[in-house]
Structure formats: C-alpha cells, structure tokens
C-alpha cells in the first residue's frame, strides 16, 4: 500500500501561516476520523501534533490545527516559529488494519 | 515520567535474526496498545505491527508479515520484536510507540528514542 500523500517541503517566514496537505484514498483519510500529525526534529523521535483531524494534545501551541475536505488532510501552521522547523508526518487509519503515514514534509522557517 | 526505552538493535547479515525490546516505564504498560514503527536512514516513518493491550490480537504491515512477530510481557512491562528472514530494506531505527486510544483509533502518544537495526553483510 502507498503511503499518503504529502509535499517534500514547505516554507515560510516568520509570524507567515503555511498549510501541509496530506492525500490519501476513500479508503483511508475519506473513510475515517483517525488522522493524525507527527513532528520530528533530526535525530529525534516523532511528537504527537494533532489527533483524530482537528485535535491537539495538551502541551501542543494552538498555533497548529488540523482539518480534513474528502481524501485530503491538512495541518496549518499559523504564526510559524523557528522551532516549527522540522518534518512532519500525516498518518491514518487504512480500513484493512493498517496504519498508513504520509512521505514528510520538511518545513523551512526562512 | 512515562518513558520507552529500545534495545536490542545491531548489525546483522542478511536471513538472519534479532529480537528488540522496549521498556515502558511511568504508565499502567498493561492497559495500553503498544505499535512499532520504523524509519529507513533519510526517509519517512513506516507503520511496522501492533499489539493489543492483553497480547490477543496483532497486526502487521504486509511488508513483515511472516518474518516478523511482536508480542508483549505486561509483568515485565515489555514489548518485543522478534524479526527473522532480515533483509537489506529492513535497514532502518525502530521506534515503539504507545497507543493512547483504542484500535482502529490509532494515535501514537508517546514514543522511543529508537534502535537502530543494519542489515549486511
């Protein structure tokens, strides 16, 4: 199964609002409310963002929210900081006991 | 403070085997679903298997199935991978990572600092 579909990269500059989508199938992202947002920084393991499309967990700024139209997931930055920069990853519940993650997206804060 | 911690990771010729395991600390490890999860060097995150929280059920990306099997000891607060018929695109760290909610609600909460696992020869 492929994975999700995601953007290589995005930037923006400071205090900007910048939108990571995240395509997948009717099978997955259209057909369930279990889509999550990983953040990773190098060499570090992935923090939880966002989870079941639009929330966040405690501790998370509300600088990032999610939102999901069809196939197609989104996490948007708003506000973007410095520390924002690093990849991140969509995921979601496939339908077939599967989890499925998206390709990364590498955000540059200019 | 509720914390993962891997081992067991290594160098290892292809066709042969390892077994990882993750230490969970700070939680009722009992009372939760437990995933692995891998990253190839340079690339994304790969969903690998997951266990239920009493062992009872399992699942596993069509990419292990058969070569690798995962199970838990809750007395010991473990999770383990038994992974064999290694190959080179199983290269990769490998994170174990705690499930908050229930399956198919997959929401991957708290997470290792991973292991890394070469293969070749």
């Known amino acids: 199964q492929s994975a999700l579909t995601q953007p290589a990269s995005v930037s923006g500059s400071p205090g900007q609002s910048i939108t990571i989508s995240c395509t997948g199938t009717?099978?997955?992202?259209?057909?369930?409310?279990?889509v999550s947002w990983y953040q990773q920084h190098p060499g570090k393991a992935p923090k939880l963002m966002i989870f079941d499309v639009t929330n966040r967990p405690s501790g998370v700024p509300d600088r990032f929210s999610g939102s999901k139209s069809g196939n197609t997931a989104s996490l948007t930055i708003s506000g973007l900081q410095a520390e924002d920069e690093a990849d991140y990853y969509c995921s979601s519940y496939t339908g077939s006991s599967t989890l499925l993650f998206g390709g990364g997206t590498k955000v540059t804060v200019l | 403070e509720v914390q993962l911690v891997e081992s067991g990771g290594g160098l290892v010729q292809p066709g042969g085997s390892l077994r990882l395991s993750c230490a969970a600390s700070g939680f009722n490890f009992y009372n939760y679903e437990m995933n692995w999860v891998r990253q190839a060097p340079g690339k994304g995150l790969e969903w690998v298997s997951y266990i239920r929280s009493s062992g009872a059920t399992v699942y596993y990306a069509g990419s292990v199935k058969g070569r690798f099997t995962i199970s838990r000891d809750n007395a010991k607060n473990s999770l383990y991978l038994q992974m064999t018929s290694l190959r080179a695109e199983d290269t990769a760290v490998y994170y174990c990572?705690?499930?908050?909610?229930?399956?198919?609600?997959?929401?991957?909460?708290?997470w290792g600092q991973g292991t890394m696992v070469t293969v070749s020869s």
């Open positions: 009717s099978s997955d992202i259209g057909d369930y409310n279990y």
């Open positions: 990572a705690r499930g908050f909610f229930l399956w198919p609600r997959i929401t991957l909460d708290v």
